[in-house]
């Protein structure tokens, strides 16, 4: 029954990795089952009126992993593929995200099918409203917040803090993060994941003896995430010499104009066309050479087909789940790609995110530069935490990664027992 309900690549990739990792840390049976399997699984369907005026049915998910280490933490996709086992996946690393960076937070992660692309503001509106409305039962600041992934933002963010809060009748910053700055955001939010993905790959490089100033790097999605890892690139002197989004691909060997490819992306919602770079296949950007390649879009986007043929000396994982089982034994039998595993590489969003939920909990604003270095401070630290546990144990990044975190969520069940 399980297995039906949850049927679906991404979750069979995530219950893989989780298994070699209870194998190498000997978890008993017991232990494992319990720290495998997801607390919650909410599905709901979603009304509403499309502007033509026709009612159409959309089906909403929200995974609550574990609620073992406080309340569980994680993104709102909306995408034409969101299905409930894609989201358990993505709740099931958020698990691990949060454990390796220490953060009092069990994982989950919501989403709904469809396309945001071909939905009219208002009709989004009505969406996340109504969504919200359908999740009120499982959600509060103590026990489910949640934050912006694909095709989610800020604005999303907003709608959900003003639903909740009409119907507490009061103001719940809390309930959610990511939000504008006006409803209690916090600064540093909107940047810090890809901020976190640069700031993991430069150091990477220090530590390969690769100068920072002048390398190059590859992006795949040029969103929230892959956007603000371009810019810190360029901030640190990193040329970003190709980028893709959804619709295609574009190449430029010097490096392509950041601040020029964002005001053509605000102006025609797609990276493609733009003047100073070269259109390139989408399949062919991902084996391009480079110093750091960032996959920031879709999930199994290095699989056994190109692993053997990437032309980069880091892989900075800024998507959940982009590399494959199979590539991973690909790239660690090359032994010449040092991988940032998505769950530390991209765990600035969730990090900074929880700095917003205690400001929100405290009624206290903190300026951008603390904001920042206390992210810093904690990356490195989870950085260096992965590198020597890798070391130590003679595992892949991914491998010891996760180990460090589910070894995390397994003692603190251990701690509480068995209800009853
Ligand atoms: P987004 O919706 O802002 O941007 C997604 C980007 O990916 C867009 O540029 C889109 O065109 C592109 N894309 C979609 N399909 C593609 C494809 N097949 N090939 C190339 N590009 C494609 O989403 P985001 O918030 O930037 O999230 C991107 C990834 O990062 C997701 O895997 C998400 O789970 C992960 N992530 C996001 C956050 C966050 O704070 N937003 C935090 C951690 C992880």
């Known amino acids: 029954m399980r297995k039906q309900l949850l049927q679906n690549p991404v979750f069979a990739m995530a219950v893989e990795q989780f298994d070699s990792v209870a194998a190498f840390l000997n978890l008993s049976e017991d232990l494992s089952e319990r720290c495998k399997w997801p607390k919650r699984l909410i599905t709901v369907t979603v009304p509403i009126r499309r502007d033509d005026g026709r009612t159409e049915v959309f089906f909403g998910h929200r995974v609550q992993h574990h609620l073992t280490r406080g309340p569980v933490k994680g993104g709102l996709r909306y995408h034409p593929s969101v299905t409930l086992g894609e989201i358990a996946a993505l709740a099931m690393w958020m698990n691990w995200k949060c454990a390796?960076?220490?953060?009092?937070?069990?994982?989950?992660?919501?989403g709904i099918s469809c396309d945001p692309r071909r939905m009219s503001p208002g009709e989004l509106e009505r969406l996340t409203r109504r969504y919200t409305m359908e999740m009120i039962p499982f959600i509060s600041p103590e026990t489910d917040v949640m934050a912006p992934d694909m095709g989610t933002n800020e604005q999303t963010m907003g709608w959900i803090a003003d639903t909740y809060s009409t119907h507490a009748g009061h103001l719940?910053?809390?309930?959610?993060?990511?939000?504008?700055?006006?409803?209690?955001g916090s600064k540093g939010r909107v940047q810090a994941t890809g901020y976190g993905v640069a700031f993991c790959a430069c150091k990477s490089l220090e530590k390969l003896g690769v100068s920072v100033q002048g390398a190059t790097a590859v992006l795949q999605g040029f969103g929230n995430v892959g956007s603000h890892a371009a810019a810190t690139f360029a901030a640190h002197g990193v040329h970003v010499t190709g980028v893709s989004d959804v619709l295609g691909a574009i190449w430029n060997d010097r490096g392509l104009n950041l601040p020029q490819l964002r005001d053509h992306v605000a102006a025609t919602g797609s990276v493609v066309g733009f003047a100073e770079a070269e259109p390139i296949d989408a399949a062919q950007l991902l084996c391009q050479p480079c110093d750091i390649l960032a996959p920031c879009a879709l999930d199994r986007a290095i699989t056994g087909d190109n692993a053997a043929k990437l032309r980069c000396k880091i892989l900075a994982e800024g998507a959940n789940g982009p590399t494959t089982p199979e590539a991973d034994r690909i790239l660690?039998?090359?032994?010449?790609?040092?991988?940032?595993?998505?769950?530390?590489c991209n765990a600035g969003?969730?990090?900074v995110s929880y700095f917003e939920w205690v400001q929100n909990l405290q009624r206290f604003q903190w300026e951008e530069q603390d904001v920042i270095s206390k992210l810093e401070v904690i990356l490195a630290k989870a950085m260096a935490k992965v590198g020597d546990f890798a070391q130590r144990?003679?595992?892949?990044n991914r491998m010891a990664a996760q180990?460090?975190?589910?070894?995390?969520?397994?003692?603190?069940?251990?701690?509480?027992?068995?209800?009853?």
């Open 349 to 351: 969003g969730v990090t």
């Open 403 to 420: 180990a460090l975190a589910i070894k995390t969520v397994a003692d603190s069940k251990a701690a509480r027992g068995m209800f009853p």
């Open 393 to 396: 144990h003679r595992l892949s």
């Open 332 to 344: 660690d039998r090359r032994g010449d790609v040092l991988v940032i595993p998505d769950i530390l």
């Open 172 to 184: 719940v910053p809390a309930i959610v993060t990511g939000k504008p700055l006006t409803l209690q």
């Open 100 to 110: 390796l960076m220490d953060l009092p937070y069990g994982g989950g992660k919501g």
